[in-house]
């Protein structure tokens, strides 16, 4: 069966009855699945309210065929301006669209409204970014010997793979499509199975824009079965992974059977460095966002900071300050603090706090729930500190809002504490001091530095990307550009 729209159709008897369930884009066409839909769950009040097509090799199958037919046939053929022109039309129509997308970012994501809305300019940001720069991709001419002419040009890679976390939908839609696109790959996405509604939506929007057919595909499944058939599958190019270092790894293995490169991005535990001389209320105000936007289930959340002990105090008075003013609520309320994806990350954020108790951590502040939202998947926003360098809030990775603090003597000691982990995506610094602010740029591991400020979440222009157990490979930026491009030197002699 296939249609038009992303919504197959509403069933009209059983647990499906007038929810939407939405199918696989395939071709430019709608497809279902044999077996069972999958239940997308509202993650502010744990109540399912669509279905997903749960697809496998079968899907993946016709999707990477699809793909790589598209290179074959029209869109191999459409020229890069073209290619821009196509990306700033969709970008157009995102735009349009915005508080429609934004409802269904939210409400499957669980996010404030107003998150969804600035996740949502994020994806036709994205489209704008990597559209303008479709045609502005040249090549190189070198010097070589005499009657030789040789050139270096920039090719697409061909079917690109893209896996996409439940944490930011929209915007991993933007980031890691649409460089693929502006470089003329054709696309399979398989994003994640928590929380993906608004991929197919954006997909519906690629067709409206003009995108020809397999130039973009999506499935949708579990990740063991779509998304390991897509890594496995011999007719992709390039894998682009966000998520967990452990699936990070069978993706790259699975990749390599048929040595095809990957980028991954698979989280951190980023610090953010306050020192004696900083701007305490603005680096506190700082802290508090940076681990409470999106729950903090973002991979470049400032998940530890690091205090100089002569204000320890003085800053845990602050940062108390702006956690006990944090609202917690659904997203229609629009307040600060979201629930998390699912009941297994509200459990296993549960479960660092509860253990944080255990192992004796200061509590330095916490936000109690609303009983009103008991169904949800809230956790309350916590903080603890001083935290020990081995203890698990300081190593492992939470993805939900609680903040580990590490206090520190002097500047040798907090470069070591920020590179302390395995991770290395995200850093933040804090201090008046420019020598200061230079020697911890350069002195801290990780893939972007932040002096006085911290986020990368709206910087398309920024590369990012991680180190260590953060990943490799750059996505965001024009960098992005060449992971998902080759270069061929062809050599002509005329003599
Ligand atoms: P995950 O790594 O299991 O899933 C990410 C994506 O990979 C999803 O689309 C999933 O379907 C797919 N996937 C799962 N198994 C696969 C396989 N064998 N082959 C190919 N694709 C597969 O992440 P998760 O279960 O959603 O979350 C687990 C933890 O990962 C979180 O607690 C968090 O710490 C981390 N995480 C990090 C990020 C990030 O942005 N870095 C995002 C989400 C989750």
């Not at 404030?112 to 970014?129: M, N, T």
């Not at 790259?252 to 535990?269: C, D, M, R, T, Y």
């Not at 300081?394 to 993805?399: I, S």
Request: aromatic share 8%.
């Amino acid at each position: 069966m296939h249609c038009n729209n992303p919504k197959l159709y509403p069933s009209a008897t059983g647990q499906q009855a007038g929810q939407p369930r939405y199918g696989h884009l395939i071709g430019n066409r709608w497809v279902d699945s044999a077996g069972a839909p999958l239940p997308v769950l509202a993650p502010a009040t744990g109540e399912s309210f669509a279905w997903l097509a749960s697809g496998g090799s079968a899907e993946i199958d016709a999707a990477v065929g699809a793909a790589r037919a598209a290179l074959d046939g029209e869109w191999g053929l459409v020229t890069a301006t073209e290619r821009g022109r196509l990306m700033q039309k969709f970008a157009l129509l995102v735009l349009a669209s915005e508080e429609r997308l934004a409802w269904v970012e939210a409400h499957d994501t669980g996010k404030p409204i107003s998150q969804a809305r600035a996740d949502i300019r994020a994806v036709a940001r994205y489209f704008e970014f990597y559209g303008g720069a479709a045609d502005k991709i040249h090549g190189e001419v070198i010097p070589y010997l005499n009657g030789y002419n040789v050139s270096v040009v920039r090719e697409p890679l061909g079917v690109t793979a893209h896996i996409t976390p439940w944490n930011y939908p929209a915007q991993m839609f933007g980031r890691t499509v649409a460089p693929a696109l502006a470089m003329g790959n054709a696309a399979v996405l398989k994003p994640a199975e928590e929380a993906c509604l608004i991929c197919m939506e954006l997909g519906a929007l690629a067709v409206e824009a003009g995108f020809p057919a397999g130039a973009l595909n999506i499935v949708t499944g579990l990740g063991e079965q779509a998304g390991a058939a897509l890594t496995r599958h011999p007719g992709i190019n390039f894998v682009s992974f966000t998520g967990s270092p452990e699936v990070g790894r069978l993706v790259q293995e699975s990749a390599a059977i048929h040595h095809v490169p990957v980028v991954l991005e698979l989280g951190g535990k980023s610090p953010q460095v306050v020192f004696a001389d900083a701007d305490l209320e603005a680096a506190a105000s700082m802290v508090c966002k940076a681990i409470t936007q999106n729950a903090g289930q973002t991979c470049s959340a400032g998940s530890r900071v690091l205090v100089e002990r002569s204000v320890f105090d003085t800053f845990m008075t602050l940062l108390a300050a702006r956690f006990a003013a944090v609202r917690i609520g659904t997203p229609d309320e629009d307040v600060d603090l979201g629930p998390l994806i699912n009941r297994t990350q509200q459990e296993k954020v549960l479960t660092f706090i509860k253990n944080a108790g255990h192992d004796g951590l200061p509590l330095v502040a916490q936000s109690a729930v609303p009983a009103a939202l008991k169904n949800g998947f809230f956790v309350p926003p916590s903080v603890f500190g001083p935290v020990p360098a081995n203890n698990a809030l300081v190593c492992q990775e939470v993805f939900g809002p609680v903040l580990a603090v590490q206090v520190f003597d002097d500047e040798d000691e907090a470069v070591t504490l920020a590179n302390g982990t395995e991770f290395g995506l995200v850093a933040g610094v804090w201090t008046r001091d420019g020598a200061r602010q230079q020697r911890m740029a350069r002195r801290i591991v990780s893939g972007q530095v932040f002096i006085n400020c911290y986020g990368a979440g709206g910087g398309v222009e920024l590369p990012f990307g991680g180190t260590k157990r953060s990943g490799h490979g750059r996505e965001k930026g024009l960098m992005a550009l060449d992971e998902v491009s080759t270069t061929k030197t062809v050599v002509n002699c005329y003599l």
